[in-house]
């Protein structure tokens, strides 16, 4: 059973950074995209960079690592500032570093490569400037293979390096977040050789397109109270990083559908109505209400393609909750019918997605393993406490003890994932049977 999940997710666009390190080239894998338009889609030649997260970091002057393991250099790195200052983010190499191989349309991800594990991609505009969506009344298409899955000054490094990461959990584990080290309060992880969680966080909102396995998949909204990137500190942040879950000014839950939760268990999986086995195509539409850029979001549709067939996404087959699409009224019952808090709503909901929408967002594409919950919020029962037939409980077929990085790393090491034919445009345009 697979356990690892991907996610495409839409973030604000922020760039910043630190120093550029020298010794080694960065050469970022070609990736080509599609721009549509009712009467056809044309080419884009876009880039893929790594996330800074994942990059050797290192003394500016020579080659002392600043970061080793899950810590860092105590003379380097005594505090935020300095190491920014003293420490440079440097080229990557994506293929054999990485597992990171981009051709033509298609980008593959391969989970584990020697000692590293995951990757997280950004889709550039061109070598030092991510690419920003504007999804308002467009829809954004793929195709996913997942058989293979179980504006700070000190601006050297920015774009180019892959800094700037943001996301609704307000992630404490970048090592560099608005131009500055997190090393400050860092506490390195337990249970994961390569990570650790910093006095700072990074938030943003969220969108998330597809996380998904072979399993289970889900798409979710979360809001921020901005929308825009913010800087929080420590466990204010809320979030998964944080003890206190709904501290901070983002929706770390969001409003998502995963058609198992929402009492569908035939519709997505190995042999189901849409097959894991085989590539398919993902569209998401995020419609607004008065069918202009301009409008407010109303909806966010999923349509999935195979094999010739559109596919409509299942509807709900939960009590209370009606339709097939994220939407206000869905995701208000939705949360009454699961008993869960309604941060979405505290953040206005579709109208506070919007805003992130409208602001624009960058394209992350990422294979990872998940430290703090084994990914049992995807495809298991979850909470693990909680009684499994309860509504909103389950929410795929795999075992509350599955998912278990040490597993997983060890278990499915080659594990991978192919995102292609990335297109965008407007409703109805990226897509046909
Ligand atoms: C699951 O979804 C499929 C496709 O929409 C539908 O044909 C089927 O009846 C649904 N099953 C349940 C139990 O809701």
Aim: hydrophobic share 30%; glycine share 10%; net charge negative.
């Amino acid at each position: 059973m697979q356990q690892r999940a991907l996610l495409l997710s839409a973030l604000v666009a922020v760039a910043q950074a630190q120093q550029a390190g020298t010794q080694k080239s960065e050469t970022k894998p070609s990736l080509t995209w599609q721009k549509c338009t009712a009467s056809g889609c044309t080419d884009q030649s876009g880039s893929v960079g790594i996330d800074a997260n994942w990059r050797w970091v290192h003394s500016t002057s020579g080659s002392t690592n600043c970061y080793t393991g899950n810590t860092w250099d105590a003379t380097l790195c005594p505090d935020d500032e300095t190491c920014a200052t003293n420490c440079a983010l440097d080229g990557a190499d994506y293929s054999s570093t990485y597992g990171v191989e981009a051709s033509g349309e298609s980008l593959s991800l391969t989970f584990k490569t020697g000692s590293n594990v995951g990757s997280r991609l950004f889709l550039m505009e061109d070598d030092s400037t991510y690419q920003i969506f504007k999804l308002l009344n467009q829809e954004f298409t793929f195709d996913v293979d997942v058989s293979a899955l179980p504006a700070y000054e000190n601006n050297k490094a920015g774009a180019k390096y892959g800094t700037g990461y943001c996301d609704a959990q307000c992630p404490r584990d970048l090592k560099f977040i608005n131009g500055q080290g997190n090393v400050d309060g860092w506490e390195p992880s337990s249970n994961d050789a390569n990570a650790g969680v910093g006095g700072h966080g990074s938030c943003c909102a969220e969108m998330d397109i597809w996380e998904a396995n072979s399993i289970s998949t889900a798409v979710t909204a979360h809001p921020c109270k901005e929308a825009g990137q913010t800087m929080c500190e420590g466990d204010n942040c809320g979030g998964t990083y944080s003890s206190t879950r709904y501290a901070g000014t983002c929706d770390p839950d969001g409003c998502d559908i995963n058609p198992y939760r929402m009492g569908n268990e035939s519709f997505y999986g190995p042999g189901k109505t849409v097959d894991t086995s085989s590539k398919m195509t993902v569209v998401t539409q995020f419609i607004t209400s008065d069918g202009t850029a301009t409008g407010t979001l109303s909806e966010i549709k999923r349509i999935y393609v195979q094999n010739g067939k559109v596919i409509a996404n299942s509807a709900s087959d939960i009590t209370g909750v009606t339709g097939n699409s994220i939407n206000s009224d869905f995701c208000t019952a939705q949360k009454e019918a699961f008993g869960d808090q309604d941060v979405f709503a505290q953040y206005n909901g579709m109208s506070g997605m919007g805003e992130g929408l409208e602001q624009g967002m960058v394209l992350v594409m990422s294979l990872w393993d998940d430290h703090y919950a084994n990914m049992l919020w995807l495809d298991s029962n979850y909470p693990t406490d909680a009684t499994a037939t309860d509504p909103g409980v389950a929410r795929g077929t795999c075992g509350t003890d599955s998912g278990k990085p040490s597993d997983v790393e060890s278990a499915s090491a080659d594990a991978k994932v192919v995102f292609s034919n990335i297109k965008v445009g407007p409703i109805g345009s990226t897509y046909s049977s």
